[in-house]
């Protein structure tokens, strides 16, 4: 029996100091237009992954895009911060969306649009057999649609056989200063460690 070895590593990988959109937009772009049927895109948590997404859908308004998430919460606090864009779930929304080139909606409402030209599909890590959104995604990677799944955590899902070459994956991930912290013992009682840690402590600092 041979056994295929998947890719443990993203080589792809750009190092940003702001968010994606801010500086490297560009690059994001192009590797959302490539021709694949399903791309992993992965970045530390805050640096903007989400929103570049959007970025990319509003430079592209001939493209049937939909972005999935996984919560009714997710999918009201982008609408916060996109308010021209029609974002909401259920039928209802659905019935009076479904021509819409660009629709922000959860996972489940997602199903319901058909002939898409892209599905992103935020929190793809949820794919794995723990998850309790695990039928649902599987049924939209199933969909003769272009995917992206948008994760912080690439590890969960990145032996999939969808992600067999390096081609079709890519991570930002913030240049994050890396600080020395000194550890050691001491007999001080822990609430007077988290009041020094409240004030700002200098001490409070380095202990661990």
Do not use: W
Not at 10 to 26: A, F, L, P, R
Not at 94 to 115: A, C, P
């Amino acid at each position: 029996m041979n056994t295929i070895e998947y890719n443990r590593e993203i080589n792809n990988t750009h190092e940003i100091d702001e968010y994606i959109g801010v500086s490297h937009q560009s690059q994001f772009n192009e590797f959302c237009d490539r021709d694949q049927e399903i791309l992993l895109l992965s970045g530390d948590t805050g640096n903007g992954k989400t929103q570049a997404l959007i970025n990319y859908a509003r430079q592209r308004p001939n493209l049937k895009t939909s972005l999935l998430c996984p919560t009714q919460t997710l999918v009201k606090n982008l609408s916060l911060s996109n308010p021209d864009i029609p974002a909401g779930f259920g039928l209802d929304f659905y019935k009076e969306y479904s021509e819409s080139n660009f629709v922000i909606t959860t996972y489940d409402t997602g199903l319901m649009f058909e002939n898409r030209d892209l599905e992103a599909v935020d929190e793809g890590h949820l794919l794995p057999p723990h998850s309790d959104f695990r039928k649902v995604i599987i049924k939209l990677l199933q969909r003769r649609t272009k995917k992206i799944l948008i994760t912080a955590t690439p590890e969960v899902i990145i032996d999939l056989p969808y992600f067999r070459n390096q081609d079709s994956m890519i991570a930002f991930n913030l240049d994050k200063e890396v600080k020395d912290v000194k550890i050691f013992n001491t007999r001080r009682r822990s609430r007077s460690i988290i009041s020094d840690i409240i004030k700002g402590s200098k001490e409070s600092t380095e202990t661990i």
